[in-house]
């Protein structure tokens, strides 16, 4: 029966590469004979362990990426020497390990942020972007161009008075006048 000690090769506190973990253990009473090694996957800290047959390795390289892992999960392995005659016990269980967040893709499934912008110019275009982050980093900006409304008009230009009558005043105006207002003097 072949023992091991698991070891992982892991980042500042033990938060692993983007999708992927290196695995690499120590064998006690190496034995030449083992061809390749089995590594089985636990999905949180009390999940099952896989039921499939694990990872096999290519060689007898004491270390393997596995790779297919979900970002901010948590995981641990075991491993088992194979060789023509047979598969050893399972190793101890590695210390849980925990994937990297992903940088976000823009999609956030809900967010909400009301924010109001003062002091802006009238009839102006503006642009106005949002982007998303985590620890992981940035994720795109969405950016919609907006224009703030046209405001008070000015007063009339080229006011001419075109009649005047004993209690009438008829005002002409070479632009254009959606109503008129007037008042006593």
């Given at each position: ?11 500042r506190?033990r ?13 006690n009473g190496?034995n ?14 009390m ?40 598969a ?13 967040r ?5 999609k956030?499934n ?25 620890p992981?980093?940035?994720g ?5 161009a ?11 230009l080229n006011?001419?008075i ?8 008829r ?9 008129w207002?007037y008042s006593?003097?």
């Amino acid at each position: 029966m072949i023992q091991f000690s698991l070891k992982s090769k892991a980042t500042r506190n033990r938060t692993l590469a983007k999708y992927g973990i290196i695995v690499v253990f120590v064998i006690n009473g190496l034995n030449l004979r083992q061809k390749k090694y089995r590594t089985r996957i636990r999905v949180g800290e009390m999940g099952e362990w896989e039921s499939a047959m694990g990872i096999m390795t290519p060689d007898n390289k004491t270390s393997y990426h596995v790779i297919g892992l979900q970002p901010y999960t948590v995981y641990s392995f075991r491993v088992r020497a194979v060789n023509a005659i047979g598969a050893s016990e399972p190793s101890k269980e590695s210390y849980y390990m925990v994937t990297l967040r992903e940088v976000p893709d823009g999609k956030t499934n809900y967010y909400k942020c009301q924010y109001t912008i003062r002091n802006l110019d009238i009839f102006t275009q503006y642009l106005i972007s949002v982007q998303v982050f985590n620890p992981a980093g940035h994720g795109p900006a969405a950016t919609v161009a907006v224009m703030t409304d046209e405001g008070t008009p000015s007063k009339p230009l080229n006011l001419i008075i075109g009649k005047v009558g004993d209690s009438s005043v008829r005002p002409l105006a070479r632009t254009r006048i959606s109503k008129w207002h007037y008042s006593r003097v």
